[in-house]
């Protein structure tokens, strides 16, 4: 019997629902409970796949092919619990249901509406693809009073009077803003956020409160009084140093045990929190500190390497280190040597991009990592431009280039036209949408026997998640290995490049693939931990 935790946010948008709701999921895991995490998201997109990475951060992609809500990576890193195609939807994608529908006549003539036919819809997604989990945790993307979100609120809702009480509970983040000049932290923007929530018809059962400092028993049961829950029913959501402190944390302010007390179970007992504990200890006490910049283009929303900053963290993790991340506009490489910011360095990694824009700068970061022997990681779009720097200064290539860059002689990196996935083949012209048309998804990769990925990964069959419509051309990988670059990672069928290295180099690894979307603070991702080894080697070498 699955249980049903609705989780909404109030009073300002980015308060970390998307964090509560995983923290949450956490610490019911440790309580020995099987839990699944799912995202509603307003937006009109049918997923966040087409949207710039600066407009709603990272695209997070899953096993089975879908382009998700960042929220899903939290979801993914808290739990280890892989997310699914089903756990993300918009409103986007429950019109396009309703509106085919209607198309093939499957409403028999009747008027659609938004109530009956999209509610019935948002609800079919919530309680689809469930088998034995013990609770769902389903976030409600916006701030209520959103236009976008009404929807999302009326179908759980209608949850809660279906499943009652036993199987439902409705969780309310809220914020709690201290007032410098009056010298206290204020309640009032809480109060009226629950009855905003009132005014849909649903009464919070616990609320989550974020204070930057702790929140005084007098105002608990003042929120408590105005908001119509029990006392022990507002949790503080305290400000922490790193996020994975957030389930100690929770915890400590009794979160786990009020969400077992209200469902009737046994909530007596200390749950083993032992793995929250040792990574936070080694988040907050390394033993040493490594630079490492990350040259892309979309600097001014680190939500759009969200999943790739963690990634690096649990490198660090892993080898008792704190690693410290300068971002750095690609574009800024194309006006002013590269060494002059990058000397210092004890690592550079290049990520995943799209477009023309950067390309050039981040050719020539990659250039000085090679020269001078600087760990470089280069993922999807990194290692693109790693083969067309080889190919131009080492195999003598000099107008090599990406076709996504327009025509060009040398298409060392050209549009994927067609490959396997699962018994059939997909294929993909230049005028395809841009929606949707992908190498996206899980995907096996064969490791060359020898070679240093062999050897980090420990296995000579590996899959990882993609997303990318271009790929390095088959036909240029004779002349670059003869130059010296090792193809060390190839499709099963010999016709896709998946990963490059440079054997005579310290660290010099490209990968076609997204290795950070697979990486977790208490399972870090085995190329993560050998590029920041790496970087700590260089660094007692700088």
């Known amino acids: 019997m699955t249980r049903f935790i609705f989780i909404t946010g109030g009073v300002v948008s980015s308060l970390g629902k998307g964090l509560a709701a995983a923290a949450l999921g956490a610490l019911l895991q440790a309580r020995g409970y099987r839990v699944r995490l799912r995202k509603l998201d307003p937006y009109l997109n049918v997923d966040p796949g087409t949207m710039s990475p600066l407009q709603h951060g990272e695209v997070y992609v899953t096993d089975d092919g879908a382009e998700t809500d960042l929220d899903l990576?939290?979801?993914?890193?808290?739990?280890?619990?892989?997310?699914?195609?089903s756990d993300n939807v918009t409103t986007g994608r429950i019109y396009s249901t309703v509106i085919g529908r209607e198309r093939r006549g499957d409403y028999l003539g009747a008027t659609v509406q938004v109530i009956p036919h999209v509610?019935?819809?948002?609800?079919?997604?919530?309680?689809?693809?469930?088998?034995?989990?013990?609770?769902?945790?389903?976030?409600?993307?916006?701030?209520?009073?959103d236009i976008e979100s009404l929807p999302f609120l009326e179908a759980i809702r209608q949850m809660g009077n279906e499943l009652g009480p036993t199987r439902s509970m409705f969780l309310h983040l809220t914020l709690l803003p201290y007032i410098p000049s009056a010298g206290e932290l204020k309640t009032k923007p809480t109060q009226h956020s629950v009855k905003e929530l009132l005014s849909v018809g649903i009464q919070p059962n616990l609320l989550?409160?974020?204070?930057d400092r702790p929140i005084p028993s007098s105002e608990r049961r003042k929120i408590a009084l105005f908001c119509n829950v029990r006392e022990e029913a507002v949790i503080p959501a305290l400000d922490v140093e790193t996020i994975y402190r957030v389930p100690l944390s929770y915890h400590a302010e009794g979160l786990d045990v009020q969400v077992c007390r209200y469902f009737g179970l046994a909530s007596d007992f200390e749950p083993d929190l032992s793995v929250w504990r040792n990574v936070t200890d080694r988040v907050l006490q390394p033993e040493g500190e490594v630079i490492v910049a990350v040259v892309g283009k979309y600097m001014k929303l680190r939500d759009s390497y969200k999943s790739l900053a963690e990634a690096l963290t649990h490198g660090g993790i892993a080898n008792s280190v704190r690693v410290r991340l300068e971002w750095i506009d690609a574009e800024l490489f194309e006006r002013e040597e590269a060494g002059r910011h990058l000397?210092?360095?004890?690592?550079?990694?290049?990520?995943?991009?799209?477009?023309?824009?950067?390309?050039?700068?981040?050719?020539?970061?990659?250039?000085?990592?090679?020269?001078?022997?600087?760990?470089?990681?280069?993922?999807c779009f990194g290692m693109q431009m790693a083969v067309i720097e080889a190919a131009r200064h080492l195999a003598g290539l000099e107008n090599a280039a990406s076709s996504e860059f327009g025509p060009t002689a040398e298409p060392v990196v050209g549009l994927m036209t067609e490959w396997y996935k699962g018994e059939g083949v997909e294929r993909r012209a230049n005028d395809s949408d841009l929606g949707g048309t992908m190498r996206v998804g899980a995907y096996p990769c064969c490791l060359t026997p020898g070679s240093r990925v062999r050897a980090i990964y420990g296995i000579e069959h590996i899959s990882e998640r993609h997303r990318h419509r271009y790929e390095v051309n088959i036909t240029y990988c004779e002349s670059l290995q003869a130059a010296g670059v090792v193809f060390s990672g190839l499709s099963p069928d010999g016709v896709l490049p998946e990963i490059i290295e440079l054997p005579h180099h310290p660290w010099f690894i490209g990968v076609q693939f997204h290795p950070e979307l697979k990486s977790k603070p208490f399972e870090p991702h085995p190329l993560f931990v050998s590029f920041i080894r790496a970087a700590l080697e260089q660094s007692r070498l700088v």
């Not at 989550?208 to 204070?211: D, H, T, Y």
């Open 119 to 145: 509610t019935d819809t948002i609800k079919a997604f919530i309680a689809a693809d469930l088998t034995e989990e013990d609770f769902l945790l389903c976030e409600i993307g916006g701030t209520v009073g």
């Open 208 to 211: 989550l409160c974020r204070s």
């Open 73 to 85: 990576g939290h979801y993914e890193r808290f739990t280890g619990v892989a997310s699914r195609r």
């Open 343 to 379: 000397s210092h360095v004890h690592g550079i990694l290049v990520p995943g991009g799209f477009g023309e824009r950067g390309a050039e700068g981040k050719i020539k970061a990659i250039r000085f990592a090679r020269e001078q022997r600087v760990p470089y990681f280069g993922i």
